[in-house]
C-alpha cells in the first residue's frame, strides 16, 4: 500500500554524503588534537547535541561553537552523489500525489545545496524540518512529529527512510509505520536492532509503491 507521505532522512539517505561529514570531523578533531575512537556517536544526531550529552574531550567547551568548528571543515563546493534512486524517489511520489518531506539534522543551507542543487528536487518536497526547527534532535522523535503535523497525516500511515540507528529510533519513536532502513552507513544489523522494520541498500526497491 502506498503511505499518506515519505519522511525522508538527508544525509545518507537521500545523498551520500557521510564520507564529507567524517572527513570534516576528522578535520576538526586533528586541529584540536582531540582523539575519539567512534566517529559513529554523530552519524544521523546534531552536532551540538552530542558534544553536549556525550562524554568526551570537548567537555568543558560550548557545544554550538565547536559545531559551528566542524561545519566550517566541509568545503563550500562540496557536491555529495546521490544514493541510488534518490531523486527519482521523490519525483515519483511526487507524481503519485504523495507528500514528501525531508526531516534531517542538518541545517537549511545544507538542505539547499544538497536536495536543491545537488538532487534537483526541492521543488517537489512539501515540508523540510531541519535542525534549527526542534528543540531536540534525533533520536527524539520530534523532527518526525512536527513534519507529520505540517503535512497534516498520521504518523502511522507514513513511510520513513533512514540511514542511522538514531534517525532510526526517532522515526520509531514517532509512530511512523513503516519504517526503513537504507544500510548506506550503518550495517542491517545495526538498523534492524534500532527498531527498523526492514533494511534495503538503497532507495531504487521504494519506487515500486509508484509504479
Same mark, same amino acid.
Given at each position: 500500500?502506498?503511505?499518506? #507521505?515519505?519522511?525522508? +532522512? ?10 564529507? /561529514? ?10 584540536? %588534537? ?5 566517529? %559513529? ?6 552536532? *551540538? ?11 568543558? /567547551? ?17 557536491? =555529495?552523489? =546521490?544514493?541510488?534512486?534518490? =531523486? ?19 541545517? =537549511? *543551507? ?12 526541492? /521543488?517537489? &518536497? ?6 534549527? +526547527? ?5 533520536? +527524539? ?13 498520521? #504518523? ?18 514517532? %509512530?511512523?509505520?513503516?519504517? &526503513? ?11 534492524? +536492532? ?18
Amino acid at each position: 500500500m502506498r503511505p499518506a #507521505a515519505l519522511l525522508l +532522512d538527508l544525509d545518507g539517505t537521500l545523498v551520500d554524503s557521510e564520507p564529507v /561529514h567524517r572527513a570534516a570531523y576528522d578535520a576538526f578533531l586533528a586541529d584540536r %588534537g582531540w582523539e575519539v575512537p567512534d566517529l %559513529g556517536i554523530f552519524t544521523g544526531r546534531r552536532a *551540538e547535541d552530542v558534544f553536549a550529552v556525550e562524554p568526551g574531550p570537548w567537555a568543558e /567547551h560550548d557545544p554550538r561553537d565547536l559545531a559551528a568548528e566542524v561545519r566550517g571543515q566541509i568545503p563550500d563546493d562540496a557536491t =555529495p552523489e =546521490p544514493v541510488p534512486g534518490a =531523486p527519482e524517489l521523490v519525483r515519483a511520489a511526487a507524481g503519485a500525489g504523495i507528500q514528501v518531506a525531508i526531516v534531517t539534522s542538518a541545517r =537549511p *543551507e545544507w538542505v539547499a545545496l544538497a536536495v536543491g542543487e545537488g538532487l534537483g528536487v526541492l /521543488h517537489h &518536497v512539501e515540508v523540510v524540518v531541519t535542525a534549527h +526547527d526542534v528543540a531536540e534532535g534525533k533520536p +527524539d522523535p520530534a523532527g518526525f512529529l512536527l513534519a507529520c503535523e505540517r503535512l497534516g497525516v498520521d #504518523a502511522p500511515a507514513c513511510l520513513a527512510a533512514e540511514d542511522s540507528p538514531a534517525g532510526i529510533r526517532a522515526a520509531v519513536a514517532a %509512530g511512523v509505520g513503516r519504517v &526503513v532502513g537504507v544500510t548506506t552507513t550503518w550495517s542491517a544489523t545495526d538498523l534492524i +536492532d534500532a527498531g527498523a522494520h526492514e533494511v534495503l541498500p538503497d532507495l531504487r526497491a521504494l519506487l515500486d509503491l509508484f509504479r
